[in-house]
């Protein structure tokens, strides 16, 4: 694998695990 495809998966996985945690923490926004 290449290097920017490793870290489009990281950011991407970042991104999605702030979403959930957004969702789940709604009192926080």
Excluded: D, T
Aim: charged share 15%.
């Amino acid at each position: 694998m290449s290097l920017e495809y490793i870290i489009g998966i990281v950011l991407s996985l970042l991104l999605l695990a702030y979403l959930l945690y957004a969702l789940l923490r709604p009192e926080r926004f």
